[in-house]
């Protein structure tokens, strides 16, 4: 039962840091240059690299003492709602940025694996030290199941990602990245509560 906890925790949290991302914009626009299945599943092995290192740096702060690590994955917490409240108001202008950032980037025609590792190349460098991976670690820190948290990370990224390969362009017609930026600014600050309650 606590497996299943950790996993839903990792995967509820992660749905709404994500999908308002960056990553979500970037994975977008590689899916209008590149056919969809070599995107995601380039996208999905820079996600599964980057949960691998997540948690093991959660498992790694999980054996420093129990309040200094709890009070430290709380402050993550905070952080990721202060990050994700104070962006929502921009989020909507953000993703017209990003996208023509990303485009710029994008521009040689390539299939099959070659496809894979260019979206795998340019998801990995954008994902790297991001609010999703920094939650994963502090999932993990305070007290997660190191591979229920990582493999519900992993699961939640490349749904994510999956939805931006075949609907992305749907999706942003129609639901405000301001909104769910607030839902995922609200998880993150019940996080940071819950955390910090748990050492009363």
Avoid: N
């Amino acid at each position: 039962m606590e497996w299943i906890t950790a996993f839903l925790t990792a995967f509820i949290l992660i749905v709404p840091v994500e999908l308002p991302d960056k990553t979500f914009v970037a994975t977008l626009v590689l899916s209008t240059r590149y056919r969809p299945l070599p995107v995601w599943l380039g996208v999905s092995a820079a996600f599964a690299v980057q949960c691998a290192v997540a948690a093991g740096a959660g498992a790694l702060l999980a054996r420093l003492p129990k309040t200094p690590v709890t009070l430290f994955a709380a402050l993550m917490f905070a952080i990721g709602a202060v990050i994700l409240f104070r962006g929502a108001r921009k989020a909507d202008s953000e993703e017209a940025e990003a996208e023509a950032e990303y485009s710029e980037k994008i521009t040689a025609p390539r299939t099959g694996w070659r496809a894979a590792l260019a979206s795998f190349a340019v998801l990995f460098a954008a994902e790297w030290g991001d609010l999703s991976q920094l939650a994963t670690a502090a999932l993990v820190a305070r007290g997660g199941h190191a591979v229920a948290v990582g493999l519900g990370a992993f699961v939640a990224l490349a749904t994510v990602a999956g939805a931006a390969v075949l609907l992305g362009r749907w999706l942003l017609k129609r639901v405000r990245l301001s909104v769910i930026r607030y839902v995922g600014a609200s998880i993150c600050a019940i996080l940071a509560t819950l955390t910090v309650v748990s050492l009363v």
